[in-house]
């Protein structure tokens, strides 16, 4: 049977789009105190799990996949993971590559801001910029749990579900 | 319902209040506590502080503070000489007394850096990161947060330098309370 042209080219376009989300995200965008308010409301209804982490954090690194997996899960029931690295303009590409490596969600971004404090208040004026800082926030937007430092995947999964059921 | 209990009960209370306050914050007077130094012996932190000292929480094995090294070396040789006590301190878990006695001998630090049993000094201060500064002045905290506002890029906020600056010269300090993204202080489960 002969395949007709547009359904080959269709089935490339379906693959190549494939390829492109398991590859992890294609850049990492600036994220600020701003972008972060506009993360959180383009998100609303949504289970969302910030993920502040970096490449020179090790416990960072250990849990990325596992929240990756996570998202994996769970996005079809409307959780969002979204991660922001805290890493330094010289460290974006290598911050980039793990996040590939790792299969991580789009889209992914990088903190480019003028000032910590005001950034790490805006934030969560409680958080002291310590890392990996995760904040979870349930489908009104709300602020419902936080981790900061190593955190057992289960206690966050059994948050995140807790909030998707 | 005799004192002794509601002795008590008022420390569980300051207790808890301390721990929702996040530990010690500036304008708090600072207690006395032990520390270890590298070869075991206890040390008092009354014993190394003085009219101004600045405390630091510092890692062998973080990369941002490993970025300090250098910058702490600087500050202390900076401040030292004017009468400035420093105590470093590692409360990590993981990093034992050899191994900050030898981390402090391969970066040539000026300096003795003691450790934290139990992170308890680190509880006390509600420390969370490193690195992690307070400044005290005749015993009250003055300052607490960063080194200084950038890891690797150009500096632009002193922050540490400026609040030492303000205070030797008997001014406030601009900028008393710091933020800045560090590594975790692992502490014992």
């Known amino acids: ?165 | 319902m005799n004192r002794n209990i509601l002795g008590s009960m008022f420390l569980a209370l300051l207790a808890a209040v301390t721990l929702l306050a996040g530990g010690l914050n500036v304008g708090d007077t600072v207690p006395d506590f032990t520390l270890k130094s590298v070869d075991g012996d206890d040390v008092k932190y009354s014993s190394l502080a003085g009219d101004i000292t600045v405390i630091t929480f510092i890692a062998t094995q973080c990369p941002i503070s490993n970025d300090y090294n250098e910058r702490m070396k600087a500050i202390y040789a900076d401040y030292h000489p004017k009468g400035v006590k420093f105590v470093f301190i590692n409360s990590n878990k993981q990093e034992d007394a050899a191994e900050v006695k030898e981390h402090a001998q391969k970066h040539g630090f000026q300096f003795a850096v003691y450790k934290d049993p139990g992170n308890v000094v680190a509880d006390l201060f509600g420390a969370q990161v490193t690195p992690e500064a307070y400044v005290v002045k005749d015993g009250k905290i003055v300052y607490h947060g960063r080194i200084d506002d950038s890891r690797k890029g150009e500096v632009k906020d002193q922050s540490l330098r400026n609040a030492l600056d303000a205070v030797l010269a008997g001014k406030p300090i601009a900028k008393p309370e710091t933020k800045a993204f560090g590594c975790t202080i692992k502490r014992v489960s």
Not at chain 1, 48 to 71: G, H, I, K, Q
Not at chain 1, 72 to 84: A, C, M, N, Q, S
Request: aromatic share 8%; glycine share 6%; net charge negative.
């Open chain 1, 1 to 165: 049977m002969r395949v007709p042209a547009a359904v080959f080219t269709l089935i490339l376009a379906g693959s190549g789009a494939l390829a492109a989300a398991a590859a992890g995200p294609a850049r990492l965008e600036p994220y600020d105190a701003q972008r972060h308010r506009q993360v959180l409301a383009e998100n609303r209804g949504k289970v969302v799990l910030f993920d502040f982490w970096a490449t020179w954090c090790a416990p960072c690194r250990a849990e990325m996949p596992l929240l990756v997996e996570l998202d994996r899960k769970l996005r079809g029931r409307g959780f969002r993971l979204i991660t922001v690295s805290a890493d330094e303009p010289e460290e974006k590409q290598q911050a980039l590559e793990f996040l590939r490596e790792h299969r991580a969600p789009e889209p992914a971004y990088i903190k480019e801001v003028e000032d910590d404090d005001a950034f790490i208040n805006a934030v969560n004026p409680d958080w002291s910029g310590a890392l990996p800082a995760l904040f979870l926030y349930d489908r009104s937007g709300k602020l419902v749990k936080t981790w900061i430092g190593e955190t057992a995947i289960a206690e966050i999964e059994k948050a995140v579900r807790g909030l998707l059921d």
